[in-house]
T-cell receptor, first 114, second 111 residues
Framework: DTAVSQTPKYLVTQMGNDKSIKCEQN?????MYWYKQDSKKFLKIMFS???????INETVPNRFSPKSPDKAHLNLHINSLELGDSAVYFC?????????????FGPGTRLTVL | SQELEQSPQSLIVQEGKNLTINCTSS?????LYWYKQKYGEGLIFLMM???GGEEKSHEKITAKLDEKKQQSSLHITASQPSHAGIYLC???????????WGAGTKLIIKP
């Protein structure tokens, strides 16, 4: 059984389009995250949700909008895609917000903007 | 479910001592990544290994990938409080880039 799943795994699209990436976790966790992995492999946190509420919102263009319909899902919608949005996006979840809690990562979605 | 076996799950080490964390797969890996997890900041990339027998070092951290490309170890020499955190291994099973993940190793450094 997949703990944290993301769809799609690959996404190729044109500049200016709007796209969504979906994330689901079946671990019963309270907290979910979106990360962007840059070319240096550094995973930078974008958003964090706890029990469907936004907790962390790092400096991310407002073209990126997370949506959490329930505790098990955290989707990422991106408007007006730009070349610089090309990256791998990872979803993750953890039991709760306690410091030091292990995060479980999805396989990633490779987004390519042409 | 985790597809990479990572051990130990947690580790408490006296400051100044050496330690090793292991990551094992039943399949030959295309690439193996080591990350350090800092809460609220995401994962910090440490090293990537691709070739069998490859070894890389950064400051006091050394990572090795075995010849069969199925097992990697992360070794920290003369541990310091700054090394504390959760270490996570991730791997590509093929060149199509779908990562699988270990469960993480929580490292605590005792002063």
């Amino acid at each position: 059984d997949t703990a944290v799943s993301q769809t799609p795994k690959y996404l190729v699209t044109q500049m200016g389009n709007d796209k969504s990436i979906k994330c689901e976790q079946n671990l019963g966790h309270d907290t979910m995250y979106w990360y962007k992995q840059d070319s240096k492999k550094f995973l930078k946190i974008m958003f964090s949700y706890n029990n469907k509420e936004l907790i962390i919102n790092e400096t991310v263009p407002n073209r990126f909008s997370p949506k959490s319909p329930d505790k098990a899902h955290l989707n990422l919608h991106i408007n007006s895609l730009e070349l610089g949005d090309s990256a791998v996006y990872f979803c993750a979840s953890s039991q709760d917000m306690r410091a030091g809690g292990t995060q479980y990562f999805g396989p990633g979605t490779r987004l390519t903007v042409l | 479910s985790q597809e990479l076996e990572q051990s130990p799950q947690s580790l408490i080490v006296q400051e100044g001592k050496n330690l090793t964390i292991n990551c094992t797969s039943s399949k030959t890996l295309y690439g193996l990544y080591w990350y350090k997890q800092k809460y609220g900041e995401g994962l910090i990339f440490l090293m990537m290994l691709q070739k069998g027998g490859e070894e890389k070092s950064h400051e006091k951290i050394t990572a090795k990938l075995d010849e069969k490309k199925q097992q990697s170890s992360l070794h920290i020499t003369a541990s310091q409080p700054s090394h504390a955190g959760i270490y996570l291994c991730g791997a590509d099973e093929d060149s199509n880039y779908q990562l699988i993940w270990g469960a993480g190793t929580k490292l605590i450094i005792k002063p």
